[in-house]
C-alpha cells in the first residue's frame, strides 16, 4: 500500500508537499487497508491532526492549493482540519469553496466514533466555551440597537451558545440579552 500511496502522490505528503518523514496514514474511521481510505503524509501533519494542542494554524495555510486533490481521501482530511481551525477566519473562507460531493462530505463529517464533528466555541486564547461558562470582554462593545457600552473586563455569566454558529455567543450585560463574538472574551477560569 505504501507503494502506491507513494507513487499516487509523487513522494510528497498530500495535504502540505514536504517530502521528508513520510508515511501512509489511514483515516478514520478505519475500516480497512484500502488505499482509498488513506493518504500519504509526513510526520509533522500527523502529529498535528492527532493532537489539537500541537497545531500550527499557520502550516494548514497550505490546504489553500491541495484542498482541490482530485483524491476523495485527500479531500475529506482537508475538509476536517479547515473545519477544525474555522475559528480563525480564514478556513471559513475556504470551506465555503471546498465541494465535496455527498458521499465524501458524509465521510468527512464523520470522525473515527462514526459521530459528526460539532462546531466548537473557542474563545480569544483558544479555550473552549460550554454553556453556562462566564466569560470576560476583552475590549470595550457598542451593542447594536442598544446605548449600552459594554466594557472591557465585564463579566458574563451563564453564557450560551449560538448552535451552529461557533464564533457567537449570547449572554446578559447589563441586563440585556446580547450576542457576542467568541473573539472578544476569555473563558474565566
Known amino acids: 500500500m505504501v507503494k502506491e500511496l507513494e507513487k499516487r502522490s509523487g513522494s510528497k505528503c498530500e ?15 478505519i475500516e480497512s487497508d484500502d488505499i482509498a481510505k488513506s493518504i500519504y503524509i509526513c510526520e509533522n501533519c500527523k502529529t498535528q491532526i492527532e493532537d489539537n494542542d500541537k ?28 473545519s477544525r481551525l474555522k475559528s480563525h477566519g480564514w478556513p471559513n473562507d475556504l ?16 470522525n473515527g466514533d462514526g459521530e459528526e464533528d460539532k462546531p466548537k466555541h473557542i474563545d480569544s486564547n483558544g479555550n473552549i466555551l460550554q454553556n453556562g461558562d462566564t466569560v470576560l470582554l476583552t475590549q470595550t462593545l457598542n451593542v447594536k440597537g442598544s446605548s449600552i457600552n459594554a466594557k472591557r473586563g465585564t463579566a458574563v455569566r ?3 451558545l449560538v448552535e451552529d454558529e461557533p464564533t457567537q455567543i449570547e449572554g446578559k450585560v447589563e441586563g440585556q440579552q446580547i450576542v457576542i463574538l467568541t473573539k472578544f472574551v476569555k473563558k474565566s477560569l
Not at 513520510?22 to 474511521?29: N, Q, S, V
Not at 494554524?57 to 481521501?73: G, Q, Y
Not at 470551506?95 to 464523520?110: C, F, I, P, R, V
Open 95 to 110: 470551506l465555503e469553496m471546498l465541494y465535496l460531493d455527498e458521499e465524501t462530505l458524509a465521510w468527512a463529517k464523520s
Open 158 to 160: 451563564r453564557i450560551r
Open 15 to 29: 495535504l502540505c508537499g514536504s517530502i521528508n518523514n513520510l508515511g501512509a496514514y489511514k483515516i478514520p474511521p
Open 55 to 82: 497545531v500550527d494554524v499557520i502550516h494548514w495555510r497550505c490546504l489553500n492549493d491541495t484542498m482541490w486533490s482530485e483524491v476523495p481521501a485527500v479531500q475529506v482530511m482537508a475538509w476536517r482540519m479547515l
